[in-house]
């Protein structure tokens, strides 16, 4: 309850006691006092609006002048605009930002050079360049001030070409660049990775009495280490000689970004060790840093230094742990996360949604992915790239073509991302006229130029398809040269349809551009075997031999209870390893009396029949599937994860296994997720 205040005071009073509470830090008296004033006069207004918008409460302050505006009792003066505009550049409301630059020009005062260098400040907050520029062009009188909020407008709106011209006229206007000036214009050589100019500016700060500017020098390490320059980067901050929190933010960023996470990570720790107060900022540099280096585990336990400090995460912060998590596969930890994001309100941040997302998708959940992606209430191109990926590569072709329709028809405009999803969801689900036609469209409609990815993507829509023929023609034709993975391609679709001449050429090629990969000699095998050129088969083996390539070791995970547990070929390190081979055995012998007889086809040939059978049972997914159905309590699903392609009769096994027990099983290897319900796969046996 708040003590009463003066009533009915004099015009100059109620002022000297608004100030004497705003002095005070009690914005509630002061907006208490303000209340009861039966016509404040705009000087009051002005007041009550930027003591809102200095506390963080800009959609109050921008409020409390709507209402100003709406009484139509008194007008605004150029202080209560400069007020407002302070609002609406910290906020971003470009709706606002307009209406506040209509009342300027309204009140005859958008040349003031004070107003004006606000409201070009405001439009570059929002990121509206247009706007800016036309304040620009009504100010009569520029100054430094004028020309700094100008091109830091451009930069912040994406136009580092823009900047950089503004800089020179400002040059040539003779108006002299200070050091917000430097620091302003850094970043535009950064995006654009003009080390010259950058250099040039550098050059320019020494002589002019600012290199050991703090700002200008941090610009400085990050153009440098944009630029790839990463001792000058480390020279400049090194001889900077008072580093605040910025300078080391900026130096851990610089290191994550050239790929140097031991300096980035170490720097950390020197950080900290002399005793610099971290803030919101240096946490979120080295966990995005680690995120984005594949350091999973790392990311996971700053987290929780982080947390022990005090430090609140925010959707930075989150959107990095969950990209830990889609690398450690630790789907509960999304899930958390999830959980996190919703108690804090973050579930409006598109970043964190759509990381969100893909996590899901990643550890087989695809229908909490789409669920999520119906109530984003925002979707950008990503969001619905990581949407139109999740159906691919859980085999939803059709799904993954309605949504890119859907998404062009809503006039978000598709990138290279987009189509890579895409043509991939139409190799996995055998649609090869619809994928010939999204390709085409690539360039025709959508002005996105095909790379090396999309023609390797276009090879395995053909080969999948069974069109192997047009799949080698469309590789010696296209016009980049072709990568391993186009090759590889068709090379699996070979074995698919037991092409052995198309296998032999395209191993053949592969055996040259990376002849240290196993899975290709493993392909080539496969086909052989299929064939039954035993002797053409033993030489790709001897091959690999002599070439010292040994062929990746088969390894499969699965989650029960809130643990991974892991098995490889053969395992006999469970503790429950009798009773898994006991309920193997039990359902090999009824898929025996069901008329189905184990696949040995690709099984080692110098094994009997009997142990090619037992060799086959020993397979790590096997052992995966039946260790988590053991395990089930209550759940409706078992989701493994597999390093490698699954094998055909572990495939033909598991469609029996889920029609056995009543439960669906997903599989994740190599290449796709397959969903496993009632004896059918969802891959179609295409994989």
């Not at 002797?535 to 690999?544: D, I």
Request: with cysteine; glycine share 8%.
């Amino acid at each position: 309850m708040l003590s009463k205040v003066p009533k009915n005071l004099p015009p100059h009073l109620n002022i000297n006691f608004i100030k004497k509470y705003l002095n005070s830090g009690d914005l509630a008296r002061a907006r208490q006092l303000f209340d009861g004033i039966s016509h404040p006069d705009v000087q009051s207004w002005t007041l009550l609006i930027s003591a809102y918008t200095k506390s963080g409460r800009c959609r109050e302050a921008i409020k409390l002048y709507t209402e100003l505006r709406n009484s139509r009792k008194i007008n605004p003066d150029k202080f209560a605009i400069l007020a407002v505009a302070k609002a609406c550049a910290v906020s971003g409301d470009l709706v606002k930002a307009k209406e506040v630059h209509f009342d300027a020009v309204n009140c005859r005062v958008s040349s003031d050079l004070l107003l004006g260098n606000a409201l070009i400040d405001m439009y570059g907050k929002c990121k509206y360049s247009e706007g800016a520029e036309r304040v620009f062009d009504d100010l009569k009188m520029k100054d430094v001030i004028t020309w700094t909020s100008f091109c830091s407008c451009y930069v912040n709106c994406g136009l580092p070409i823009e900047a950089l011209r503004a800089f020179r006229q400002m040059g040539l206007s003779g108006t002299r660049p200070n050091a917000m000036t430097l620091s302003s214009i850094l970043p535009a050589c950064s995006d654009l990775k003009y080390l010259n100019f950058g250099r040039e500016i550098h050059g320019f700060g020494i002589k002019n009495g600012m290199g050991e500017n703090v700002f200008v020098n941090s610009a400085l390490v990050d153009m440098y280490s944009s630029c790839s320059s990463i001792k000058n980067a480390e020279l400049v901050f090194n001889n900077t000689p008072q580093l605040d929190v910025v300078s080391w933010n900026v130096i851990i960023s610089a290191y994550f970004s050239n790929g140097d996470c031991t300096k980035a990570l170490n720097k950390f720790l020197q950080m900290r060790s002399q005793g610099v107060k971290l803030d919101i900022v240096s946490w979120n540099s080295v966990i995005s840093g680690c995120a984005d280096n594949g350091k999973a585990q790392e990311v996971i336990e700053l987290l929780g230094d982080m947390q022990k400090l005090g430090c609140k995460p925010n959707q930075i912060t989150i959107t990095s742990l969950l990209t830990a998590c889609t690398m450690l596969e630790v789907w509960k930890g999304g899930r958390e996360i999830h959980a996190y994001i919703f108690r804090h309100c973050f579930m409006d941040d598109l970043a964190a949604s759509t990381a969100l997302m893909f996590i899901y998708a990643k550890s087989g959940d695809l229908e909490m992915s789409k669920r999520l992606f119906c109530t984003m209430p925002l979707k950008d191109t990503v969001a619905w790239n990581t949407i139109i990926l999740a159906n691919s590569m859980h085999g939803r072709g059709e799904e993954a073509l309605s949504l890119f329709n859907e998404m062009v028809g809503l006039g978000v405009k598709p990138n290279s991302v987009t189509f890579t999803g895409v043509l991939s969801g139409c190799s996995h689900s055998q649609m090869v006229d619809e994928g010939l036609s999204i390709f085409h469209s690539m360039s025709k409609d959508h002005k996105v130029e095909p790379d090396v990815e999309h023609y390797s993507c276009m090879v395995d829509v053909l080969s999948r398809g069974g069109r192997l023929a047009e799949a080698y023609e469309f590789i010696q034709e296209m016009p980049v040269e072709p990568t391993p993975s186009a090759w590889g391609a068709l090379l699996g679709g070979c074995r698919i349809y037991k092409n052995v001449d198309l296998g032999r050429t395209a191993a053949n090629r592969l055996f040259e551009i990376e002849p240290n990969n196993p899975g290709n000699y493993v392909l080539l095998f496969n086909i052989l075997v299929s064939a039954k050129l035993w002797g053409e088969a033993s030489e790709t083996r001897k091959l690999m031999r002599d070439r010292g390539i040994r062929k990746v070791p088969g390894c499969s995970w699965v989650r029960v209870k809130n643990r991974v547990y892991t098995f490889v070929v053969g395992d006999k390190s469970n503790d429950k390893i009798d009773d898994i081979y006991k309920f193997l055995d039990e359902i090999r012998l009824k898929m025996k009396l069901a008329g189905y007889f184990p696949d040995t086809e690709f099984v080692l040939q110098d094994l009997d029949g009997e142990e090619q059978e037992d060799s086959l049972c020993n397979h790590s997914e096997k052992l995966a599937v039946a260790f988590g159905i053991l395990h089930l309590k209550g759940e409706s699903s078992v989701t493994v994860f597999k390093n490698l392609r699954i094998c055909g009769d572990c495939h033909s096994t598991i469609k029996f296994i889920a029609k056995f027990v009543g439960v669906q099983v997903i599989v994740r290897d190599s290449l796709r997720f397959h969903h496993f319900t009632d004896g059918i796969c969802s891959c179609g046996d295409f994989w």
